[in-house]
């Protein structure tokens, strides 16, 4: 998926920002780890769109939640961060582990002004972004795959697959060693 270029904040962008900070600070990453109910209702109440069962975990930072989708059962973990400048996208059942990191925007380096660039990421039904790895703009994590810890993902990522490393490329299909 190509970058587009993302608009400057205007001031209503601004002020919706603070609010969601504040609400984050006081009435999301205060609760006890086991209120994903609670946590899911705060999240709708500023325009996410939540499955039952999601479970966003206390101190999942999440940039804001007017774009982000999490379908029934998926997870954002402790310490993750969602940078969804552009929608993030997590299907059924996925896993988002500890401080893993989706990031949705860039910089246009071309660009004098260095503008501000995105694309949305989706994490696919199952699929699993393990502890401390990297989800770049525009990835697709396709259903069943795994992104290993500490992987730099910068490219999409086919069904069932595994991928690790930094760039992470395939290192096997849900088990089955890659030769070569």
Not at 53 to 58: L, V
Not at 84 to 90: C, E, G, K, S
Not at 126 to 139: D, K, L, M, R, T
Not at 165 to 177: I, L
Request: charged share 15%.
């Amino acid at each position: 998926m190509a970058l587009i270029r993302i608009p400057p904040p205007n001031s209503a962008d601004r002020v919706r920002r603070a609010v969601w900070q504040v609400a984050w600070a006081l009435l999301y990453r205060t609760t006890p780890n086991p209120l994903h109910g609670w946590r899911r209702f705060v999240l709708r109440c500023f325009g996410a769109t939540i499955g039952p069962g999601a479970h966003p975990y206390p101190s999942a930072r999440i940039w804001a939640p007017w774009n982000l989708v999490m379908e029934a059962d998926s997870c954002l973990a402790n310490e993750c961060d969602c940078y969804n400048v552009a929608p993030v996208i997590l299907r059924r059942g996925c896993i988002v582990s500890q401080k893993a990191y989706l990031c949705t925007a860039s910089h246009d380096a071309a660009d004098p002004g260095f503008a501000l660039t995105g694309a949305s990421i989706e994490i696919g039904s199952y699929a699993w972004v393990a502890a401390a790895a990297f989800v770049g703009p525009g990835v697709t994590m396709a259903g069943g795959s795994i992104a290993a810890a500490k992987a730099v993902v910068v490219k999409d990522v086919a069904a069932g697959m595994v991928v690790a490393g930094n760039p992470a490329r395939e290192v096997s299909d849900r088990g089955r060693p890659i030769l070569g």
